[in-house]
């Protein structure tokens, strides 16, 4: 990592009321002519517990970087995260963070039923309750009777389920999504967004996705945070201060659209 020398910050002592604290993050990464470039610059997010944030940005701006530093995957060369109040670096209950990859990562050669067991299968659970488990997240995401389909029998709308009920089957506190939905259609986009904020209802999950589509963040998101590029940082945080469901079309959805969309 090429970040400058900079003493280390330390991170908050006071506990935080947010599931999810972003403070002061930065991010280098080398650059292909050896130089160091800088992709997310003094990030700080607040997400409260049970609520839903959206990422959005243009192409390039690091919201995926940002993802993986809040999911523990990268860490931050400046700045810290602390999950629930804990520091990402002393944090151990990685298991109750799911994170959602944009691509569906499913394999290929194992059925619907066996990809969502999968999760299960690092920890020590019984055979029979990961079965039990993972029918229930599939019933879930209303897959039932597709448990036996191998992915390359499934559309890509019921992939995204499969993918989804893999995310929940551990039952996390917090599920960290990189455009979840970006290559379904919109009439399936729409219905899973319905599902996911179902089960986020019924789950009491906090939730931070990334999206390009202004709508979505629009449609599912309590706070949307518009990041700038070259360097990554806050644009700006909108609160959507809608009841759900929420309907594109209405005037109030189209306002807040037509708003982010000139922040981008
Ligand atoms: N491992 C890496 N090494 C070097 N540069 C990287 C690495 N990962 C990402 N980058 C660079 O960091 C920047 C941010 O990448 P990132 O994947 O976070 O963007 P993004 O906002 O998710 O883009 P997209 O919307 O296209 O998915 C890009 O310029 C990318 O080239
Ligand atoms: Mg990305």
Known sequence: MNAPAIASESPATAATAAAIAVSSVSKWFD????????????IDIQVPAQSILAILGASGCGKSTLLNIISGILRP??????INGIPSRDFQDWRSVSYMFQEDRLLPWRTALANVEFSLEAGKMPRAERRRRALEALQLVGLNGFEDAFPHQLSGGM????????????DPCILLMDEPFSRLDAQTRSLMHQELLRIQ???HMTII??????????????????????????????????????DPTLPEVTRYIQRLRALL
Do not use: N
Request: hydrophobic share 40%; proline share 4%.
């Open 31 to 42: 650059g292909s002519e050896g130089q160091s470039l800088l992709v997310l610059k003094d």
């Open 77 to 82: 060369d400046r700045g810290h995260v602390c």
């Open 159 to 170: 992939r995204s389920r499969v993918a989804l009920a893999r995310s929940l089957v551990l």
């Open 201 to 203: 209802q019924m789950k």
């Open 209 to 246: 996705f990334v999206t390009h589509d202004v709508e979505e963040s629009v449609v599912l998101a309590d706070r949307v945070v518009v990041l700038a590029p070259r360097p990554g940082r806050v644009r700006e945080f909108v609160d959507i201060e809608l009841d759900r469901p929420r």
